[in-house]
């Protein structure tokens, strides 16, 4: 009898594995990431970078975790910024951005995303106040540096390096070479966009890329290539912010 029951066990398929808390919470906070970039929302995101950081709280090594935790904290900022209610709150979420992204680099150093976003803010914090260029101007050609060396063919390195070159002064690039490379991000996003996603693998900013794609057009004066990138922008996310706020005030 004692040998049936070995032979039983032994014939059994091994147990599957505990779930990941700290996958599952990640998982979680890219659905509400996702959620609130299709609707634009502050609040959703918000909530994805609180779920984020509690993932990080559970895995402190996590470079990863920490990176999305920037991501969603890099959104709510620029939705912050957009509607330009509350400087108080802007520059506490840019601070907030700005801290978690600078852990983020330190614990992944090859995380070529981290590094553009870190870059990115960094900029954002120079434009709040200009006389921060002399300590952060070095900082900013930094991170883009390796965000480009780390990810030269990652569409949301090229996207980023597109908006600051857009915010940044002609002698630094300006709108030219901002087209440059969101046209560049265009065709990266393109081709991800044919490739499967892994569960937690990034895949936001096309849309915004589009967008700014006409926002830098329009700018250089070819408003008819501009209304072009707002409706493909339109195409990918129906629910673009920037993209239909260019194309109403066109109705004017």
């Given amino acids: 009898m004692i040998w049936r029951l070995l032979i039983l066990v032994l014939l059994l398929p091994p147990l599957a594995p505990a779930a ?6 990640v998982a979680t906070g890219i659905v509400e990431f996702t959620a609130a970039y299709q609707a634009w929302d502050a609040d959703g995101f918000a909530r994805a970078a609180e779920t984020f950081g509690r993932a990080y709280a ?6 990863t975790n ?5 991501v969603a904290e890099f959104h ?9 209610t509350n400087q108080t709150a802007a520059t506490k979420a840019l601070n907030t951005a700005v801290a978690t992204l600078t852990k983020a680099v330190k614990l992944d150093g090859r995380n070529a995303e981290s590094h553009a976003l870190l870059g990115t803010v960094y900029g954002m914090s120079i434009a709040e106040s200009p006389v921060r260029a002399v300590w952060l101007g070095r900082r900013v050609m930094s991170e883009q540096a390796l965000a480009v060396e780390f990810g030269p063919a990652n569409p949301r390195v090229q996207y980023l390096l597109g908006m600051s070159h857009y915010h940044a002064p002609a002698m630094w690039g300006g709108k030219t070479e901002a087209l440059a490379c969101l046209l560049k991000a265009e065709k990266l996003f393109a081709a991800e966009a044919e490739q499967p996603a892994g569960p937690i693998e990034p895949r936001w900013g096309r849309s915004n890329c589009l967008a700014f794609i006409g926002k830098t057009y329009d700018a250089l004066g070819k408003t008819d290539e501009a209304e072009q990138y707002f409706r493909k922008a339109l195409a990918v996310n129906p629910h673009d912010k920037l993209a ?9």
């Fill in 20 to 25: 990941d808390p700290t996958l599952s919470l």
């Fill in 58 to 63: 559970k895995q402190p090594d996590s470079g």
């Fill in 66 to 70: 920490l990176y999305w935790k920037g």
């Fill in 76 to 84: 709510r900022l620029l939705h912050l910024l957009g509607t330009a």
């Fill in 244 to 252: 239909k706020a260019e194309l109403e005030k066109r109705k004017k």
